[in-house]
């Protein structure tokens, strides 16, 4: 009996990005409107980009983009069919894959955007690198190119688990996933979340999954089960991959949508 108390205490909900909920899945108007859809007649249906008016909603979501020029929302293409009033809001257009970036060329009081690696012209390969002030740039595998004090070496660099960047510097521990401290690089817990606002999720750096965290007792804690989750709260603490089902009166995971509409999701909840 210990021990499965014991395993009780100790699991986690992790959710998936594929699991993401359908918009007619979805019965809760709040819910609905905050993954993208649009609830008519008591039914939750896909909004289509052309549907959204909002600049901010429009780039938040993965498959829209809104264009300066014309003022208008549609459905990512390419990179180079938008236009942008600042350089850094090319960075919110189409999808964290393709990677769009300002071109620098400004015209008719606009930028227009770019693909990442087509702007990346010159790649360098990083152990041919024999200064820190030459170790700067790209190597052609995407690799990023950091100087590595410790042994005086330039070396290809990503981070793949939070130890990778401990004997590098604090700037590489990327904070969405890691936690620097005492000079070493760490998984982010839900035990790193000190207030209650905070507390939410933490991102898994395969990019695929999350675990979900629970304000409990004044402090941040893994939710261990969705059973412990209301209709108020069944959608957006588990990120949508979860809706309520009135019929059954619970939780019940969702059949599954695909990363656009979670990463979406994502991004209006870290706007409130």
């Known amino acids: 009996m210990l021990i499965l108390i014991l395993f009780t205490i100790c699991q986690s909900v992790i959710v998936s990005l594929d699991k993401t909920c359908l918009c007619t899945e979805i019965f809760v108007e709040n819910d609905c409107t905050a993954f993208g859809c649009k ?16 600049r901010v909603e429009c780039d938040s979501r993965f498959d829209c983009s809104f264009d300066h020029k014309t003022q208008t ?64 740039g790209v190597q052609s595998d995407g690799y990023r190119c950091v100087w590595k004090s410790i042994s005086n070496e330039c070396v290809a660099f990503q981070l793949d688990s939070c130890s990778d960047a401990s004997d590098l510097n604090e ?21 790193d979340f000190t207030s209650q606002s905070s507390c ?6 395969d ?40 019929v059954k009166n619970e939780c019940i995971e969702c059949e599954g949508f695909g990363k656009l509409f979670l990463m979406s999701f994502i991004i209006l909840i870290a706007s409130f």
Do not use: R
């Open 171 to 191: 700037s590489l521990c990327n904070v969405s996933y890691c936690v620097w401290l005492n000079n070493d690089c760490n998984e982010k817990q839900c035990k």
């Open 73 to 136: 929302c549609s459905a990512f293409s390419q990179c180079n069919a938008y236009y942008v009033d600042a350089e850094e809001q090319c960075f919110n257009k189409g999808n964290q894959v393709i990677g769009c970036v300002s071109s620098g060329k400004k015209t008719g009081g606009f930028y227009q955007c770019t693909n990442y690696l087509a702007k990346q012209m010159n790649y360098i390969v990083c152990s041919d690198q024999l200064t820190s002030s030459s170790c700067n």
């Open 39 to 54: 609830f008519e007649s008591k039914l939750c249906s896909n909004l289509g980009c052309s549907d959204v008016t909002s």
């Open 200 to 205: 939410s999720f933490v991102p898994h750096l």
């Open 207 to 246: 990019g695929d999954s999350f675990t979900i965290c629970t304000w409990s007792a004044n402090q941040c804690v893994e939710l261990s089960s969705v059973s412990q989750l209301q209709q108020s709260n069944c959608s957006s603490i588990t990120l949508g991959t979860y809706f309520w089902n009135n």
